[in-house]
């Protein structure tokens, strides 16, 4: 297996994206290429370890692109235009299956535009979309459409809950996903007219696409553990997602505040740390890696934009894993299924 | 002053409604009139106190009335026929100056309907809104709308910003309140067509308003105590709510959990208690109350539909400072000022 990584994407790169990979060689199998300027790859390599890359291991690879893409880059224009930067060179490799699952970190629009343009959208999936593993009580929670798809029709969130519960069945092995639909009430007349819509046509459809629907959840009820997914439009799903994260970075630093009031709380604290990190994993949403783009015919992972060194490795673990369960393939198959029928 | 509550309303009524306003009539001065079926509320001090209403406080007293809003009643049709439900009675107390303001915790949609219909909307704002105040960093967040208008215009949300910030400067004394544009990314041209519209309405007339318009402003930034006001639709600001309540659920049972997973972990909690414990102060949503319903000529406090008796006792601490503020008299005088220029 080949894990093509972007080096050059993301707010931390080179540096995290390179450390990332070097974390990562000893507890994969698959081979990792770095795609970005190869001399800057080699050069901060010897940097931060005191030796060539090929003495860290001979499953790190690098192919050599000359340029990059911009988080200010119009997404369209630039994987059109920008035809050696790390983006398009990683994507092309991955159409041409001189690799098995793409990731980058950097500019989201234009990673969706790439792997819409270039990979391509599986047949019968109108929008592919971000789905993000988010951590929830005792479980996981997958929110799709974590931000690609600003505008969407009700026809999207039916096929968002089809491709939550075809991947959650196959890579949790999850017998019967439930799946909610993102909305302000659990009664089927609240919320805005596409949620309204998608309701129904998700009640609709449900037993038809095997999609054991839940009907509506609310943000409240989302990390009980009794939810395996969440469908929504991306702007929704974006605030969503970005609230938890608040709410965690808050969590987190009164949390180290309240613990270093006074000496009696230091004191406290040296003696509490275990199970308050024990808490802090539990809730860590970076231990769960990068966001998959599903929907295209290829696998293809969107890194956190700030990802550090260590969410790189995660994100690469993760990767593997997603190309060993033959994610993408298990899609395209129960999409073709589905239009035999 | 007198603060009129709907004893008939919310998931916990009439007891937590009765139990709330016992426990906070010895914290206010006001007199606090319980709005429902006389009989039951008697019975029920009785019942709970072993003494009559009056030996308590004779600054509690009872409004009669016969009927009640259910949850499942449609808003407007309930508002118009059932005339002697505690939620009308009360209202209209309000609208003839028999009561400052007006507290329930029932179908949420006949509340906002009464506060339109009944009590009316102050000249120059098109949509009132729920403001609710969220805990954030070492400060607190106002969060408009939560939940009011589903379907919202740029209008709006300029006149939600307004509005928070006349609240603002008057009640929590901040001079300019920084005011944010819930949206998934910080630049200008993110979000979806209502957002950047709105964008563009916020930055053309902030100064002429004297709003201190920050820009997008995104959930994981939200909670840094930075950002005085989000304003948003009600849908999405319902669905910002909610997950934060979510998060808050998961993050205290996650917590009580790390702490009982072993002996060890258990002694700790012991040591550890005060600060978590101040913790869970810092982060209980439920501290600050209710949400205002701003920008009708009284004023109206939304309880939490699942309010139990603390929850009620806190209200009406608020509600009482949200009249003597004199918040409804600034918002109105501002507004008509503004018409003037």
Redesign the interface.
């Known amino acids: 297996m080949k894990i093509i990584l972007d080096a050059m994407g993301g707010d931390n790169a080179p540096d995290a994206n390179i450390k990332g990979a070097v974390n990562a060689i000893n507890k994969v199998k698959a081979e990792v290429v770095l795609v970005g300027k190869e001399d800057i790859i080699r050069s901060k390599i010897k940097e931060f370890y005191g030796k060539e890359m090929e003495e860290i291991s001979e499953r790190l690879k690098i192919q050599n692109s000359t340029e990059t893409i911009e988080m200010e880059d119009q997404p369209t224009v630039a994987i059109k235009h920008k035809k050696d930067s790390s983006m398009v060179v990683g994507f092309n490799m991955l159409k041409k299956d001189e690799g098995d699952v793409f990731i980058s970190a950097g500019n989201s629009g234009a990673l969706l535009a790439g792997a819409t343009l270039l990979v391509g959208r599986i047949k019968g999936i109108d929008r592919p979309a971000l789905g993000g593993i988010l ?3 005792k479980s996981q929670l997958l929110l799709m459409d974590c ?1 690609s798809n ?2 969407c029709k009700p026809i999207n969130l039916l096929q968002f809950a089809q491709m939550s519960s075809i991947y959650l069945k196959n890579t949790y092995g999850i017998e019967h996903p439930a799946i909610g639909l ?1 909305n ?1 009430g659990t009664e089927e007349t609240k ?3 596409l ?1 309204r819509e998608s309701y129904k046509l998700l009640k609709e459809k449900a037993e038809q696409l095997d999609i054991n629907f839940v009907g509506n959840v ?7 553990g009794k939810i395996d997914a969440i469908v929504t439009d ?3 799903g ?14 987190k ?3 180290v505040e ?2 270093t ?1 006074n000496l ?2 230091k ?3 040296l ?2 740390k ?3 990190k ?2 802090s994993k ?2 860590d949403y970076k231990a769960y890696g990068g966001a998959l783009f599903l929907g295209v015919k290829k696998p293809v992972v969107k890194a956190h934009g700030s990802s550090d060194a260590l969410l790189f490795e995660y994100t690469i673990i993760q990767a593997e894993k997603f190309v060993e369960n033959k994610a993408v393939e298990k899609m395209i198959e129960a999409f073709n299924n589905q239009k035999k029928d």
């Open positions: 951590p929830a009580y931000g600003t505008n993102l302000i919320g805005n007219e949620v609310e943000g409240r009820d989302a990390f009980s991306g702007f929704t974006n605030v969503f997602l970005k609230t938890t994260e608040g709410i965690g970075k808050f969590v630093r009164s949390l309240s613990f009031q009696f709380s004191i406290s604290y003696i509490a275990k199970p308050i024990s808490l539990a809730m």
